[in-house]
């Protein structure tokens, strides 16, 4: 069992930055890859990056490539996304989600076995 707890989140203008982090509880967070999704209001819950297990493979939404990073810290059992030139689209509640797949290529999100509650981004204009 993994709980995932997500911080980092606000208000922020377009431009701008902010950084997110995702605290994991459990010892078996190193073997799990991690993925970061979020939900705008009246719209689908969407994938936006993930990481394997070792932070050696890496994916991106394309509407997020070249603004947003996703790395570990597996001694801290966390996971971030470094957001940068954040656009008014990119506000949504953000989740981050943890995999039993230690490579982490899906972007689907039943292939996901964890969730946390989520972090509210707003990203003014």
């Known amino acids: 069992q993994v709980q995932l707890v997500e911080s980092g989140g606000g208000l922020v203008q377009a431009g701008g930055s902010l950084r997110l982090s995702c605290a994991a509880s459990?010892?078996?967070?190193?073997?799990?890859?991690m993925g970061w999704f979020r939900q705008a209001p009246e719209k689908e819950r969407e994938f936006v990056a993930a990481?394997?297990?070792?932070?050696?493979?890496?994916y991106y939404a394309d509407s997020v490539k070249g603004r947003f990073t996703i790395l570990r810290d597996n001694a801290k059992n966390t996971v971030y996304l470094q957001m940068n030139s954040l656009k008014p689209e990119d506000t949504a509640v953000y989740c981050c989600a943890a995999t039993k797949d230690p490579y982490g290529s899906s972007s689907n999100l039943s292939a996901y076995d964890y969730w946390g509650q989520g972090t509210q981004v707003t990203v003014s204009s």
């Open positions: 459990g010892r078996t967070f190193s073997s799990h890859a």
């Open positions: 990481i394997s297990w070792n932070g050696g493979r890496l």
